[in-house]
């Protein structure tokens, strides 16, 4: 049994580890136009720092992440963030302020902090526990994730607190983001509890009592990362597939099913400086691992309504651009791991992280690295731009937000061009379209960030679910024979 995979980032590195340990006697590619594995994770060590270019930690409340690493031995590497400084601060009028205790991306657990919140004015605080009051909506109706915010706890709360939450995960509109496809669980607290303020209190105290009860065993903070780097993870799944799967530095140039269902996939190498030919091979089924655009465009001939489907998924993109200074260049102290900032701000940043305050490790003593994100929906423009223009404005926006003197030891950009998809608006139902279209073919499966989730915990996870569809629909066609 011969199958293809396209696109070497974290899901489709999943997708090959599944599908090995699944069907352990198939002969699996692995197809990727870059000349490394990884996708978008990527880890870089100079001067003693270490600097992750995109994502640089993962959930612990989604568990595919944390299994993985314990089942490919690097449970020891699991780090956590510094419990002392395990808050955020928002920008406000370009300086920063704590985001009120107990505040969880889109609500309170505790009303006291949102009183005595400098962010807010006391109209918008008022309007903001008048919460408790509005009737609750039953139906199962999405709407925009600012519809939803606003609709609840006022313009205020939605502009201040939430909305710059919520940029800084998704990089996206608010009126365009789907709450239900994002952030499902604030709709049944207002569902089951007609209030989210009453859910959250609620879910506090029984939080508290789970963990009064826990007799044993330590509890991981909400984010961790690897010691050695994000890439140390990709690297171990690759040392657990067979050593020629893993095909690097080739493009995917056209994919096309023949009449007897399998599938022809057509590579070339990615090199500009080689003019190899064409290579063609055949397989017995295809998982897409790469992005909805390219899937949308490889699709287009062999399926034009999933590609058609696709092609409406809309993608952002982003630039990280990472300082490190000298800690006593750093004129001020922090109590938390970054800041974000509201979009009424008007910054060309979208937030920014004390990367060597969240991870100690990644930064020498008496070093500091800040690691600030730019572009998405709000400045699209920014993900683009070149680097000799991109670093002085975010610099200078920068040193208005935190005190700094003098100029940074070394400056780090990482550029990911269309890579942040975007959960509109009926999103969960364009998905279940697509999944139907794609259940429809045992040859075919899709992974990735643009279905379920932008994590690498959800990426883990498509990239498992597409091995396993294929092992249990191949299996009816080419069963194992056991004496």
Same mark, same amino acid.
């Given at each position: 049994?011969? @199958?293809?995979?396209?696109?070497?980032?974290?899901?489709?590195?999943?997708?090959?580890?599944?599908?090995?340990?699944?069907?352990?006697?198939?002969? @699996?590619?692995?197809?990727?136009?870059?000349?490394?594995?990884?996708? &978008?994770?990527?880890?870089?060590?100079?001067?003693?720092?270490?600097?992750?270019?995109?994502?640089?930690?993962?959930?612990?409340?989604?568990?595919?992440?944390?299994?993985?690493?314990?089942?490919? $031995?690097?449970?020891?590497?699991?780090?956590?963030?510094?419990?002392?400084?395990?808050?955020?601060? &928002?920008?406000?009028?370009?300086?920063?302020?704590?985001?009120?205790?107990?505040?969880?991306?889109?609500?309170? *657990?505790?009303?006291?902090?949102?009183?005595?919140?400098?962010?807010?004015?006391?109209? $918008? !605080?008022?309007?903001?526990?008048?919460?408790?009051?509005?009737?609750?909506?039953?139906?199962?109706?999405?709407?925009?994730?600012?519809?939803?915010?606003?609709?609840?706890?006022?313009?205020?709360?939605?502009?201040?607190?939430?909305?710059?939450? &919520?940029?800084?995960?998704?990089?996206?509109?608010?009126?365009? +983001?789907? &709450?239900?496809?994002?952030?499902?669980?604030?709709?049944?607290?207002?569902?089951?509890?007609?209030?989210?303020?009453?859910?959250?209190? %609620?879910?506090?105290?029984?939080?508290?009592?789970?963990?009064?009860?826990?007799?044993?065993?330590?509890?991981?903070?909400?984010?961790?990362?690897?010691?050695?780097?994000?890439?140390?993870?990709?690297?171990?799944?690759?040392? !657990?597939?067979?050593?020629?799967?893993?095909?690097? $530095?080739?493009?995917?140039?056209?994919? !096309?099913?023949?009449?007897?269902?399998?599938?022809?996939?057509?590579? %070339?190498?990615?090199?500009?400086?080689?003019?190899?030919?064409?290579?063609?091979?055949?397989?017995?089924?295809?998982?897409?691992?790469?992005?909805?655009?390219?899937?949308?465009?490889?699709? *287009?001939?062999?399926?034009?309504?999933?590609?058609?489907?696709?092609?409406?998924? !809309?993608?952002?993109?982003?630039?990280?651009?990472?300082?490190?200074?000298?800690?006593?260049?750093?004129?001020?102290?922090?109590?938390?791991?970054?800041?974000?900032?509201?979009?009424?701000?008007?910054?060309?940043?979208?937030?920014?992280?004390?990367?060597? +305050?969240?991870?100690?490790?990644?930064?020498?003593?008496?070093?500091?690295?800040?690691?600030?994100?730019? $572009?998405?929906?709000?400045?699209?423009?920014?993900?683009?731009?070149?680097?000799?223009?991109?670093?002085?404005?975010?610099?200078?926006?920068?040193?208005?937000?935190?005190?700094?003197?003098?100029?940074?030891?070394?400056?780090?950009?990482?550029?990911?061009?269309?890579?942040?998809?975007?959960?509109?608006?009926?999103?969960?139902?364009?998905?279940?379209?697509?999944?139907?279209?794609?259940?429809?073919?045992?040859?075919?499966?899709?992974?990735?960030?643009?279905?379920?989730?932008?994590? @690498?915990?959800?990426?883990?996870?498509?990239?498992?679910?597409?091995?396993? %569809?294929?092992? *249990?629909?191949?299996?009816?066609?080419?069963?194992?024979?056991?004496?």
């Amino acid at each position: 049994m011969n @199958i293809a995979i396209l696109g070497a980032g974290i899901s489709g590195l999943s997708a090959a580890y599944r599908l090995g340990q699944l069907i352990p006697d198939a002969t @699996i590619r692995l197809f990727d136009r870059r000349s490394r594995c990884g996708g &978008v994770l990527e880890t870089l060590n100079r001067d003693g720092f270490q600097i992750e270019q995109s994502a640089d930690n993962f959930i612990t409340t989604i568990p595919w992440g944390v299994q993985l690493c314990k089942e490919l $031995g690097l449970g020891d590497q699991l780090v956590q963030t510094n419990p002392l400084v395990r808050r955020t601060y &928002v920008v406000r009028r370009g300086r920063l302020y704590l985001l009120p205790d107990g505040f969880l991306m889109m609500a309170p *657990t505790k009303l006291l902090p949102m009183a005595l919140t400098p962010i807010l004015s006391p109209i $918008g !605080k008022l309007r903001a526990g008048l919460e408790l009051f509005i009737p609750a909506r039953k139906n199962d109706i999405d709407e925009s994730m600012a519809h939803f915010v606003r609709r609840r706890l006022g313009r205020e709360v939605f502009e201040r607190l939430v909305e710059p939450l &919520v940029s800084g995960v998704y990089a996206a509109d608010m009126e365009k +983001l789907s &709450v239900l496809a994002t952030l499902p669980r604030f709709r049944e607290m207002e569902r089951d509890h007609g209030s989210l303020i009453r859910a959250m209190q %609620k879910q506090l105290a029984a939080n508290r009592a789970a963990h009064l009860a826990e007799q044993s065993g330590a509890r991981y903070s909400m984010f961790v990362t690897l010691r050695n780097g994000l890439s140390t993870l990709c690297d171990a799944l690759v040392t !657990k597939l067979p050593p020629d799967t893993l095909q690097v $530095g080739q493009e995917v140039t056209k994919i !096309k099913k023949t009449p007897e269902g399998s599938w022809i996939v057509e590579t %070339k190498s990615s090199d500009s400086q080689t003019t190899s030919a064409t290579n063609t091979a055949h397989f017995d089924a295809v998982i897409l691992a790469i992005s909805v655009q390219e899937s949308s465009r490889l699709l *287009t001939d062999s399926v034009p309504e999933l590609a058609g489907k696709l092609a409406r998924i !809309k993608h952002e993109g982003t630039a990280i651009a990472t300082f490190a200074f000298h800690s006593n260049q750093i004129k001020q102290s922090f109590r938390g791991m970054g800041f974000v900032v509201p979009k009424i701000e008007q910054s060309p940043i979208l937030a920014g992280s004390f990367s060597s +305050l969240k991870y100690e490790h990644r930064a020498p003593k008496e070093k500091f690295l800040i690691r600030i994100f730019a $572009g998405g929906d709000r400045s699209p423009e920014l993900a683009e731009l070149p680097d000799d223009r991109l670093l002085p404005i975010l610099l200078s926006e920068l040193r208005k937000i935190i005190k700094i003197e003098g100029e940074p030891l070394f400056t780090v950009v990482s550029h990911w061009s269309q890579t942040m998809p975007q959960y509109h608006v009926c999103h969960r139902e364009l998905v279940q379209e697509i999944e139907s279209l794609t259940a429809s073919d045992p040859t075919l499966a899709l992974a990735g960030n643009a279905f379920h989730g932008v994590g @690498i915990p959800n990426c883990i996870q498509s990239g498992f679910q597409a091995a396993e %569809k294929l092992a *249990t629909s191949l299996s009816q066609y080419c069963p194992v024979v056991t004496e």
